[in-house]
């Protein structure tokens, strides 16, 4: 069965201590993984997507990485503003396109 | 640009009830999507579209439709409402070329059945 797994589920770090979110995902086939960012009360924000293991995309303070497995969301010295959900979305082979496989997504808190 | 917008964004409704989730976009987006997002679980798909007078069924569809009359809007109705729909409803589309993943998102509608 075709499943995404996010660890942790909360995450609660100090301004500017390093970390990283993982999504695990086991599907047939990857044609792409996603990563939002959701703030409360907000529908969920684009940030990357991924297509093959050992690719890397960057913005600001965030780096995801891809391996056959999972992807890591890492988050460099993080500031308080770096507040929220963070969301990933795997389209699998087999699976229409648009019926992408979600995880329940990890809250980070990074205190001032 | 307003981007996605959904209305209400707060609702209440008795077991029994119907009502309709208005979504319109302003970005001229052939692709729109109704997702729901339940504490714990992953986004579900409840139905999408890919222009207008094209509707599809997603993940979670039994107790909603959709129509696309025209590119801008897509609507969803809850026929007859029961405390399972108790959520928060999200509208989704797509920007053109870019891959069905790449989302763009409304700020949500809460939903209530008592």
């Known amino acids: 069965e075709d499943q995404v797994t996010q660890s942790p589920e909360a995450l609660r770090l100090q301004e500017g201590e390093s970390s990283s979110l993982n999504c695990s995902y086991t599907?047939?086939?990857?044609?792409?993984l996603f990563w939002y960012r959701q703030d409360p009360g907000k529908g969920p924000e684009f940030l990357f997507t991924?297509?093959?293991?050992?690719e890397e995309k960057e913005k600001e303070r965030l780096k995801a990485t891809l391996t056959k497995k999972e992807s890591f969301l890492h988050i460099t010295a993080p500031k308080p503003e770096d507040s929220a959900t963070y969301l990933c979305?795997?389209?699998?082979?087999?699976?229409?396109?648009?019926?992408?496989?979600w995880g329940a997504g990890t809250k980070l808190i990074i205190k001032p | 640009n307003a981007g996605v917008t959904q209305t209400p964004k707060f609702q209440v409704l008795k077991t029994g009830q119907s009502m309709t989730l208005q979504c319109a976009q302003d970005?001229?987006?052939?692709?729109m999507s109704w997702y729901r997002q339940d504490p714990g679980m992953g986004l579900r798909l409840i139905h999408y579209?890919?222009?207008?007078?094209?509707?599809d069924q997603g993940e979670v569809p039994n107790g909603y439709n959709v129509s696309r009359s025209t590119t801008e809007d897509f609507p969803l109705r809850l026929l007859s409402a029961a405390p399972s729909q108790t959520s928060v409803y999200f509208c989704?589309?797509?920007?053109?070329?870019?891959?069905?993943?790449?989302?763009?998102f409304g700020e949500g509608s809460r939903l209530t059945v008592l």
């Open positions: 991924l297509y093959s293991a050992g």
């Open positions: 599907v047939s086939g990857l044609r792409g």
């Open positions: 970005m001229n987006h052939e692709y």
């Open positions: 579209s890919v222009g207008a007078g094209i509707t």
């Open positions: 979305a795997v389209q699998a082979r087999g699976r229409s396109n648009y019926q992408l496989i």
């Open positions: 989704a589309s797509r920007l053109p070329g870019r891959n069905t993943g790449e989302l763009f």
